[in-house]
């Protein structure tokens, strides 16, 4: 609704789209349904009686990740969500406007050019949505993106090759355009 106020007053834009990746862990779960099962495998009696398995799924845009390696389902249910966190900052992209698109979180973790992220942080699912957004909206070109993101385009291909699944749709998507895929 605001967004849609906002659009008619000339001169005034909405604000960047929130990535779904980005969210506060309460805000997340409202759009996520959750279902638990049993995990095969390994384990003993413990895993086989109880229900440990925990799947979520994205119920806007239909992404799931699941974990069921852990004894609880509480510690399951974390590492699921940093599992589907980083599977939607991988595969949904949201609409970039025009301008200065870095958020606080990105400005405080980019510093000199460099991106200050490490992999297991609970930021990098965010800040690799973040890069993921405007690569996209800079044609899939990173020297493009890091101009717009102020950082190099070297440093965002690490960023990407940090979780593999995200420089391989990277890489996907340049080759279906023509281009090169990166390394």
Same mark, same amino acid.
């Given at each position: 609704?605001?967004?849609?106020?906002?659009?008619?007053?000339?001169?005034?834009?909405?604000?960047?789209?929130?990535?779904?990746?980005?969210?506060?862990?309460?805000?997340?779960?409202?759009?996520?349904?959750?279902?638990?099962?049993?995990?095969?495998?390994?384990?003993?009696?413990?895993?086989?009686?109880?229900?440990?398995?925990?799947?979520?799924?994205?119920?806007?845009?239909?992404? %799931?990740?699941?974990? +069921?390696?852990? =004894? #609880?389902?509480?510690?399951?249910? @974390?590492?699921?969500?940093? &599992?589907?966190?980083? $599977?939607?900052?991988?595969?949904?992209?949201? %609409?970039?406007?025009? +301008?200065?698109? =870095? #958020?606080?979180?990105?400005?405080? @973790?980019?510093?000199?050019? &460099?991106?200050?992220? $490490?992999?297991?942080?609970?930021?990098?699912?965010?800040?690799?949505?973040?890069?993921?957004?405007?690569?996209?909206?800079?044609?899939?070109?990173?020297?493009?993106?890091?101009?717009?993101?102020?950082?190099?385009?070297?440093?965002?291909?690490?960023?990407?090759?940090?979780?593999?699944?995200?420089?391989?749709?990277?890489?996907?998507?340049?080759?279906?355009?023509?281009?090169?895929?990166?390394?």
């Amino acid at each position: 609704m605001l967004n849609e106020r906002a659009e008619q007053i000339p001169g005034v834009r909405p604000e960047k789209p929130v990535h779904p990746a980005a969210l506060p862990e309460d805000l997340l779960m409202q759009s996520v349904e959750t279902v638990k099962g049993r995990a095969g495998g390994p384990g003993g009696q413990h895993r086989n009686k109880v229900e440990t398995l925990v799947m979520l799924r994205h119920a806007p845009t239909g992404i %799931e990740a699941s974990a +069921g390696e852990r =004894r #609880s389902a509480e510690q399951n249910r @974390r590492v699921a969500l940093r &599992r589907l966190r980083l $599977a939607l900052a991988t595969k949904h992209r949201v %609409e970039v406007p025009i +301008g200065d698109v =870095r #958020s606080p979180l990105w400005l405080s @973790r980019c510093r000199n050019e &460099r991106i200050v992220c $490490a992999t297991k942080h609970e930021d990098f699912p965010a800040i690799l949505a973040e890069a993921l957004d405007v690569i996209w909206a800079c044609g899939l070109d990173p020297r493009r993106a890091g101009i717009r993101l102020v950082c190099t385009a070297t440093q965002l291909v690490k960023l990407a090759r940090e979780h593999p699944p995200a420089l391989g749709e990277w890489n996907d998507a340049r080759q279906s355009k023509g281009l090169r895929r990166l390394k």
